[in-house]
């Protein structure tokens, strides 16, 4: 049976779609208004809305960390929302590649090297989602449970709404409590299931990495027929076929740098973006933290700061994987019995080892390489960050 890998993704494609930025292969006119008018209401005018609150807040460090808790990240989603509406292409490209016979394995081996990496992709998806439903319920609903029940005064999930007079705030206060639930739930589907996307693809982009070692180190023993009695060796057809089998690998690890590099240019401005702010909604989480807040607010914020700093952690932790497995093909190769093949076979295996030399790699703004190197210098600058806002405060 034919081995589809894009089903991993399938969930992340229906929230998309719900979110109006995946809109299938023939979307009908119907989704494209829906499409707008969703785009319109819950990311346009919501951050707009929150930028303009800015303006009407008063000049206290505090209250201004606090309303920016959400802001950059609302920036980051924009941009993941701007790379879907116009990368499109790049991403439905990414996707027939997955869908090539090229990515499918041929073996039950490499079969079961696919397998792991869709249920990694899945079992990330569903960690992903639980902690951000669970973080967001704390922070939306919370809130209007205990004003409710103790007659608490009732606070806004994102932001105060501070160019609302006063005089009208009574009247606006349900219906604007209720837009910013539904526009911070919105963005939290934005954050899960673009982020998971990424994920999921850098996943199965190391499986081919993993399939790509394996056929290189066998690439000569295609060619060895096997029976009930010992091997059997025919020169010209054992090197007729090993420079097949090379030529195979060759076509392969080119796809392979294809579809990174797909990868990379759709979500290249959504990387930059991402980690350009990384360090700065670490840092307010952090200072936030310096003050009071109730127990509900402190078990939302935890669980915020733990999915901000697993945006940024996870990526760069799986671009390094790909950086060393694509280095190591260079390696990989020689375990092969390759000395003793044709000078076709060597001229194609030397092509291919220099090529394999420089490592594949995965960066947003031709900045930020998705590698440990990098996050650990996000949360360098988090956290001199953070001091630097705590003497701000002291003075």
């Given at each position: 049976?034919?081995?589809?890998?894009?089903?991993?993704?399938?969930?992340?494609?229906?929230?998309?779609?719900?979110?109006?930025?995946?809109?299938?292969?023939?979307?009908?006119?119907?989704?494209?208004?829906?499409?707008?008018?969703?785009?319109?209401?819950?990311?346009?005018?919501?951050?707009?809305?929150?930028?303009?609150?800015?303006?009407?807040?008063?000049?206290?460090?505090?209250?201004?960390?606090?309303?920016?808790?959400?802001?950059?990240?609302?920036?980051?989603?924009?941009?993941?929302?701007?790379a879907f509406v116009f990368?499109?292409?790049?991403?439905?490209?990414?996707?027939?590649?997955?869908?090539?016979?090229?990515?499918?394995?041929?073996?039950?081996?490499?079969?079961?090297?696919?397998?792991?990496?869709?249920?990694?992709?899945?079992?990330?998806?569903?960690?992903?989602?639980?902690?951000?439903?669970?973080?967001?319920?704390?922070?939306?609903?919370?809130?209007?449970?205990?004003?409710?029940?103790?007659?608490?005064?009732?606070?806004?999930?994102?932001?105060?709404?501070?160019?609302?007079?006063?005089?009208?705030?009574?009247?606006?206060?349900?219906?604007?409590?209720?837009?910013?639930?539904?526009?911070?739930?919105?963005?939290?589907?934005?954050?899960?299931?673009?982020?998971?996307?990424?994920?999921?693809?850098?996943?199965?982009?190391?499986?081919?990495?993993?399939?790509?070692?394996?056929?290189?180190?066998?690439?000569?023993?295609?060619?060895?027929?096997?029976?009930?009695?010992?091997?059997?060796?025919?020169?010209?057809?054992?090197?007729?076929?090993?420079?097949?089998?090379?030529?195979?690998c060759i076509k392969h690890?080119?796809?392979?740098?294809?579809?990174?590099?797909?990868?990379?240019?759709?979500?290249?401005?959504?990387?930059?973006?991402?980690?350009?702010?990384?360090?700065?909604?670490?840092?307010?989480?952090?200072?936030?933290?310096?003050?009071?807040?109730?127990?509900?607010?402190?078990?939302?914020?935890?669980?915020?700061?733990?999915?901000?700093?697993?945006?940024?952690?996870?990526?760069?932790?799986?671009?390094?994987?790909?950086?060393?497995?694509?280095?190591?093909?260079?390696?990989?190769?020689?375990?092969?019995?390759?000395?003793?093949?044709?000078?076709?076979?060597?001229?194609?295996?030397?092509?291919?080892?220099?090529?394999?030399?420089?490592?594949?790699?995965?960066?947003?703004?031709?900045?930020?390489?998705?590698?440990?190197?990098?996050?650990?210098?996000?949360?360098?600058?988090?956290?001199?960050?953070?001091?630097?806002?705590?003497?701000?405060?002291?003075?």
């Amino acid at each position: 049976m034919e081995f589809h890998q894009i089903d991993c993704l399938k969930v992340h494609l229906t929230f998309l779609n719900i979110l109006a930025i995946w809109p299938g292969d023939n979307p009908s006119r119907c989704y494209v208004y829906y499409s707008r008018l969703f785009l319109l209401v819950f990311v346009v005018t919501f951050i707009t809305l929150y930028t303009i609150n800015f303006y009407f807040l008063p000049q206290q460090l505090e209250i201004f960390a606090e309303e920016m808790i959400f802001y950059f990240n609302d920036l980051t989603v924009l941009s993941k929302v701007l790379a879907f509406v116009f990368n499109l292409d790049k991403f439905r490209e990414m996707l027939d590649i997955l869908e090539s016979e090229t990515f499918q394995g041929d073996t039950p081996h490499e079969d079961k090297i696919i397998k792991k990496a869709k249920q990694n992709a899945l079992l990330y998806w569903k960690i992903t989602a639980g902690i951000s439903i669970v973080a967001n319920s704390a922070n939306v609903v919370m809130p209007m449970v205990v004003h409710l029940i103790y007659s608490i005064d009732l606070e806004f999930p994102v932001c105060r709404y501070s160019f609302i007079p006063e005089k009208y705030m009574e009247i606006f206060l349900y219906p604007a409590y209720f837009y910013q639930s539904l526009g911070i739930t919105s963005h939290m589907l934005y954050n899960v299931n673009c982020d998971t996307f990424l994920l999921g693809v850098m996943f199965l982009a190391i499986a081919q990495l993993d399939i790509l070692d394996g056929k290189l180190q066998k690439v000569t023993d295609g060619s060895k027929k096997s029976g009930d009695g010992p091997w059997l060796y025919d020169n010209s057809d054992h090197d007729r076929r090993s420079f097949m089998e090379i030529n195979k690998c060759i076509k392969h690890y080119d796809l392979v740098c294809k579809y990174c590099k797909l990868i990379e240019q759709a979500f290249n401005e959504t990387i930059f973006v991402q980690f350009s702010l990384g360090s700065c909604k670490i840092c307010v989480c952090l200072f936030r933290f310096t003050l009071p807040a109730p127990k509900q607010y402190l078990i939302f914020l935890s669980l915020y700061m733990v999915v901000m700093i697993l945006q940024i952690m996870v990526p760069c932790w799986y671009g390094s994987q790909i950086i060393e497995k694509s280095r190591q093909l260079s390696f990989s190769v020689y375990s092969c019995d390759w000395t003793a093949r044709s000078r076709k076979f060597k001229s194609n295996l030397r092509l291919l080892v220099e090529r394999a030399k420089k490592p594949l790699t995965i960066t947003g703004g031709k900045m930020f390489l998705l590698s440990l190197g990098t996050f650990a210098a996000i949360m360098n600058s988090a956290y001199s960050f953070f001091t630097l806002l705590r003497h701000m405060q002291s003075r």
